[in-house]
């Protein structure tokens, strides 16, 4: 009766805040990932685990965010927030009593201070105050996966360099050895942006990177850093061609398309419900890497606020707050109302909403594995990726419907809940397809990330690689003293901070456009201050103690990635 699998990726990322304002932007965002999403989530992995339910949730965990979540001072910082939170509840409990408001709006602020209370002792005392020890722990124990993205959410078709990409990916892989002890397997690639290998320039006259060049592809990059797999949206499969297929699992023997035997049985069909192996052309020696793919319609069910579940009358809403304390007292009622009309929320509402959405939800996955299976007469593979931040902070109820769909398809005698990995061991895929060119933005191609509005910024990023590759031609990292290595290191995580994609995307969706260009202007500035450090270092061998003094202040500012090394820009 088995017609599939389904797959769950949870895409985690925040760009890097630590150090870098609280409110509206900066840790606060990191402090609102944790207590409404990474800490429900592990609560309801862990619960899961318990009842003997291993939920199987493949997440991507970006370096970048890793390392905040795993620095020294984000203890601090988080406990210090949810403090704040429980005393301005407390703040408002007075306040409402004190105007007479109604009973229910005073019970509210109880639950919130119970809730971020119970989030605290939950960092402190069952997760022992990290993250990401406990998403290990998690995936040591086979109850989930946990794969890696770009360092540090690099836009990597546009990046100027091969080098740049390399950065990302090879930067990606050993910090993912540092928190979690193994090799990983599969990648995020930020913004799920893919680029083949062809006859590249770029979009704007950058000299030297508006001469055409040839390029390798993103999955050449991923094959040489041991990286086995990655998501695509559907669109871009869509308009996937085959190429040829391997001989066998050890994908050693390649024949064309025109060469395959009808002895072989391969599938050269089109679909989101099947994996394949992406290749830019039947230069397969060059490296291939498989692709799952994002199914568009059962990911809109969960995605969409207006049409889909978050869309609920009587779940939270996420956009009223009450001035002040910033808490959210008020349910969705109509997600096209007016907020003056918005209705107080009641948590115990939300659990038949739940489960009736739940089951609709699984149904739907049977349903399209079931017709697949009957058409194909072959198992599917069902791949539905979301940012992680959709579980929680923007749709509150949502680590509780991932509880109710893992349990509700663990008693399914149609689907089961896999890893990615796990999926891919299971189908070792055979057929090679090239995959246009695409991301899973707004039309699906880069429009997002380069735009009239943050075009500028990719002007000020080839630029700067093109300094710093002129540094490291003229001054050899092999031969730079300690005092010259620390300035250039430096200088290349400003780059790569300059590099994250966030920036872009919050110059085009206007969330957040005053913060993102400042950021990306104070990078852009530490960067070029650093190479002037480093070219007068390895002028004269010293630098003054107020130089000193504001490298070891942007160090104390940026202090990620302490295990990147010079050599990987090559």
């Given amino acids: 009766m088995h017609s599939g699998n389904f797959v769950l990726v949870l895409h985690t990322h925040l760009p890097w805040v630590l150090n870098h304002g609280r409110w509206p932007h900066g840790v606060d965002w990191l402090c609102e990932a944790v207590a409404e999403c990474y800490i429900p989530l592990l609560n309801v992995f862990n619960d899961l685990k318990n009842e003997g339910i291993l939920p199987r949730v493949s997440l991507d965990i970006s370096p970048v965010l890793c390392e905040q979540l795993e620095h020294p001072e984000f203890k601090k910082v988080f406990i210090n927030y949810c403090k704040e939170k429980v005393k301005s509840a407390r703040v408002d409990e007075i306040a409402f009593n004190k105007w007479g408001y109604d009973a229910h709006h005073i019970y509210l602020t109880k639950y919130w201070q119970e809730w971020y209370e119970g989030r605290m002792s939950d960092f402190l005392v069952r997760y022992n105050s990290s993250i ?37 990916i090879r930067a990606a892989v050993e910090n993912y050895k540092k928190h979690f002890g193994r090799q990983p397997r599969g990648i995020w690639l930020p913004e799920c942006a893919y680029r083949g290998s062809y006859d590249w320039k770029s979009l704007i006259p950058v000299n030297p990177f508006h001469q055409t060049r040839l390029r390798p592809g993103i999955e050449q990059f991923l094959a040489k850093n041991g990286i086995e797999f990655f998501f695509t ?64 319609d059962l990911a809109m ?21 009450n001035l002040g304390s910033m808490l959210r007292y008020w349910r969705v009622t109509d997600n096209k109302a007016d907020m003056m009309y918005k209705m107080l929320y009641h ?134 003293t300690q005092l010259q290595r620390r300035v250039f290191t430096q200088a290349l995580r400003e780059l790569m901070l300059l590099h994250s994609s966030d920036w872009q995307f919050l110059i085009f969706t206007q969330s957040a456009k005053d913060y993102a260009e400042q950021r990306f202007s104070y990078h852009h500035s530490d960067f070029n201050l650093l190479c002037d450090f480093g070219e007068k270092a390895c002028r004269t061998g010293e630098l003054s103690s107020g130089e000193i003094n504001q490298l070891s202040e942007i160090e104390k500012r940026n202090s990620l990635f302490a295990e990147l090394k010079l050599e990987w820009w090559e």
């Fill in 233 to 296: 949206d559907q669109p871009l499969t869509e308009r996937s061609s085959p190429l040829g297929a391997f001989l066998d699992e050890n994908k050693e023997k390649f024949v064309g398309l025109g060469e395959v035997s009808h002895k072989h049985k391969y599938d050269f069909s089109i679909s989101p419900l099947k994996l394949f192996n992406v290749s830019s052309s039947d230069k397969i020696e060059y490296g291939t890497a498989t692709a799952f793919t994002r199914h568009r």
């Fill in 301 to 321: 069910l969960v995605w969409s606020g207006e049409t889909g579940y978050p869309g609920e009358p009587d779940y939270l809403d996420f956009h009223k707050k």
């Fill in 132 to 168: 990401i020890g406990s998403m290990r722990t998690l995936q040591d124990s086979g109850a989930i996966e946990i794969l890696t993205c770009g360092a540090s959410h690099g836009y990597l078709p546009l990046l100027g360099y091969d080098k740049s990409i390399n950065l990302q």
């Fill in 347 to 480: 948590p115990d509402w939300t659990s038949k909403k739940i489960d009736l959405q739940s089951n609709h939800f699984v149904h739907h996955i049977e349903n399209t594995l079931n017709y697949y299976k009957n058409t194909t007469g072959r198992e599917g593979n069902l791949c539905t990726p979301f940012d992680t931040e959709l579980f929680g902070h923007w749709w509150f109820e949502g680590p509780e419907f991932i509880r109710a769909v893992i349990k509700g398809l663990s008693n399914s005698p149609y689907v089961n809940t896999t890893t990615a990995s796990e999926e891919l061991y299971r189908h070792k895929p055979l057929e090679i397809y090239h995959l246009p060119e695409g991301s899973w933005g707004e039309n699906n191609n880069h429009d997002v990330w380069s735009n009239p509005d943050n075009v500028w910024t990719w002007e000020a990023i080839y630029n700067d690689e093109l300094r710093l590759n002129n540094l490291f031609e003229q001054f050899h990292p092999g031969s730079l």
